[in-house]
């Protein structure tokens, strides 16, 4: 006699596996153990103060501590990333991350999460967004095929993000005063005399294809009248070309010279190759 063979139910969709269930197991005891130490070790005001300080007085970081990026005809600038990990080690008993949540090629978008999250006070900020795999340049928006390139893009909005994330959690009177400390590092140097730091600055500069005039022109003076805060300036804009977060044609733009310029200048001597701007176009004028 042939008994009806007894199906084995499918496994539910809802049905938690044993790595799965350990993993979360691992994550409410790492939580619970966070706020434990944070409560028994609080964070003593004086000393996060005291490491933000020495943190700040390095040139190290006062050189990556702002950044600067073209908008609407301007310049935005603010603090970096790097300024607010550093500030988060500080304060003390923050932590923070960045995840991406799901990535959709179909719809060419990453679903990200950035958070910062004070363990003492247990207060938690925590931004969610899109990050479209495209990205805008020379007036049109360019979309990502390189995985490498969408990794990068996806890094680069996780870390703003990032960074708001933790400045919500951090005093403002903390993030202010480390700010203040980054710009007077930046303005005294790292200890080098300031025609040394100008001649430096001018050589940076030079092999990026920017002239000295160039530089001259960006800061409405000429070089030997620059002061600590224009290489600091100068600083900053050149990690910014670094990072890709600002052009040097943005930065810098050609000059060019206008018909009207050389017939006023057309009776005087021909100027010397150093009062020429070095690989600037020159209009000519218009035919007769």
Same mark, same amino acid.
Request: glycine share 8%.
């Given at each position: 006699?042939?008994?009806?063979?007894?199906?084995?139910?499918?496994p539910s969709?809802?049905?938690?596996?044993?790595?799965?269930?350990?993993?979360?197991?691992?994550? =409410?005891?790492?939580?619970?153990?966070?706020?434990? =130490?944070?409560?028994?070790?609080?964070?003593?005001?004086?000393?996060?103060?005291?490491?933000?300080?020495?943190?700040?007085?390095?040139?190290?970081? $006062?050189?990556?501590?702002?950044?600067?990026?073209?908008?609407?005809?301007?310049?935005?600038?603010?603090?970096?990333?790097?300024?607010?990990?550093?500030?988060?080690?500080?304060?003390?008993?923050?932590?923070?991350?960045?995840?991406?949540? #799901?990535?959709?090629?179909?719809?060419?978008?990453?679903?990200?999460? $950035?958070?910062?999250?004070?363990?003492?006070?247990?207060?938690?900020?925590?931004?969610?967004?899109?990050v479209p795999h495209?990205?805008?340049?020379?007036?049109? =928006?360019?979309?990502?095929?390189?995985?490498?390139?969408?990794?990068?893009?996806? @890094?680069?909005?996780?870390?703003?993000?990032?960074?708001?994330?933790?400045?919500?959690?951090?005093?403002?009177?903390?993030?202010?005063?480390?700010?203040?400390?980054?710009?007077?590092?930046?303005?005294?140097?790292?200890?080098?005399?300031?025609?040394?730091?100008?001649?430096?600055?001018?050589?940076?500069?030079?092999?990026?294809?920017?002239?000295?005039?160039?530089?001259?022109?960006?800061?409405?003076?000429?070089?030997?009248?620059?002061?600590?805060?224009?290489? @600091?300036?100068?600083?900053?804009?050149?990690?910014?070309?670094?990072? #890709?977060?600002?052009?040097?044609?943005?930065?810098?733009?050609?000059?060019?010279?206008?018909?009207?310029?050389?017939?006023?200048?057309?009776?005087?001597?021909? @100027?010397?190759?150093?009062?020429?701007?070095?690989? =600037?176009?020159?209009?000519?004028?218009?035919?007769?």
């Open positions: 006699m042939n008994y009806p063979t007894q199906q084995q139910p499918a969709a809802d049905r938690i596996g044993q790595g799965t269930a350990v993993e979360q197991s691992r994550a =409410v005891a790492e939580v619970q153990a966070a706020i434990y =130490v944070a409560r028994q070790f609080p964070r003593e005001i004086g000393r996060a103060r005291n490491s933000m300080q020495s943190a700040c007085q390095s040139m190290a970081l $006062a050189g990556k501590a702002f950044y600067r990026f073209p908008r609407a005809g301007g310049a935005v600038e603010g603090s970096t990333i790097h300024l607010a990990k550093t500030l988060a080690q500080s304060w003390g008993n923050i932590q923070y991350g960045v995840t991406e949540l #799901r990535r959709d090629d179909e719809y060419r978008q990453s679903e990200m999460q $950035a958070w910062a999250w004070d363990v003492e006070n247990n207060t938690r900020h925590v931004l969610t967004f899109i495209a990205k805008f340049a020379s007036g049109k =928006v360019k979309q990502l095929e390189d995985l490498r390139d969408i990794y990068e893009n996806n @890094a680069n909005n996780g870390a703003r993000r990032l960074r708001e994330a933790i400045f919500a959690t951090i005093p403002d009177w903390f993030i202010e005063e480390a700010e203040d400390l980054c710009r007077q590092t930046l303005n005294k140097g790292d200890g080098k005399p300031l025609p040394e730091r100008i001649e430096g600055a001018v050589q940076v500069f030079a092999g990026l294809g920017v002239s000295a005039d160039r530089l001259e022109q960006k800061l409405g003076r000429k070089r030997d009248q620059w002061t600590g805060p224009d290489i @600091a300036q100068l600083l900053i804009t050149h990690k910014s070309i670094q990072r #890709r977060e600002v052009a040097v044609e943005d930065e810098f733009p050609q000059a060019r010279i206008t018909a009207a310029e050389i017939k006023s200048k057309g009776s005087r001597p021909a @100027a010397s190759a150093d009062d020429q701007w070095a690989g =600037v176009p020159v209009a000519q004028p218009p035919a007769a």
